[in-house]
């Protein structure tokens, strides 16, 4: 039984097939990386390095900090294929989500919005699925829009090409 009763069952549907989106995001960045030279290579490394600092970032919280699940305390079922054993505060899956979109939205306004309705997707199948409270959820995608954008702006790969110059 589903842990909210109104939940239709292409919601239950749209819960199972977002925990694979996340592979499919990463996999469009593979496509970009091979499409169009040299200004998509520097957005995907982008988008994989604020998706690593946003993946360190929860997991800091989460160790720190740790928090319950929903299904933990009100004893509903989950809609996961692996059950979830650490801190609920703030949604991994939706940081890492949130940092690859808005990294390729700062890119490409066009492909951002997909990767933007697919990490919604994400962030809202995720509460459905009993494994995050809505505030997980906002926490992970202020989390990854901020890693995103330090990213973005910093230009890091640009400050290590004027360290070498100056050696």
Avoid: C
Avoid at 9 to 32: E, K, R
Avoid at 43 to 60: K, N
Avoid at 122 to 134: Q, T
């Amino acid at each position: 039984m589903s842990p909210h009763p109104v939940v239709s069952p292409s919601l239950l549907y749209l819960n199972s097939s977002t925990t694979f989106l996340i592979w499919i995001l990463y996999a469009g960045l593979i496509v970009l990386w091979f499409i169009d030279g040299k200004i998509r290579k520097e957005q995907v490394i982008h988008a994989l390095t604020a998706g690593a600092i946003a993946w360190v970032v929860t997991y800091l919280i989460k160790y720190f900090f740790p928090t319950e699940r929903p299904f933990v305390l009100n004893g509903g079922e989950v809609d996961v294929l692996i059950k979830p054993t650490n801190s609920a505060f703030p949604s991994s899956h939706t940081a890492l989500a949130f940092s690859l979109a808005v990294t390729i939205f700062m890119h490409d306004r066009r492909a951002g919005w997909w990767y933007l309705a697919g990490a919604l997707l994400i962030g809202i199948a995720r509460i459905l699925a009993n494994v995050h409270f809505p505030h997980d959820i906002v926490g992970g995608a202020f989390i990854g829009t901020f890693t995103a954008v330090v990213v973005e702006k910093t230009h890091m790969f640009r400050l290590l090409e004027r360290k070498k110059k100056r050696k």
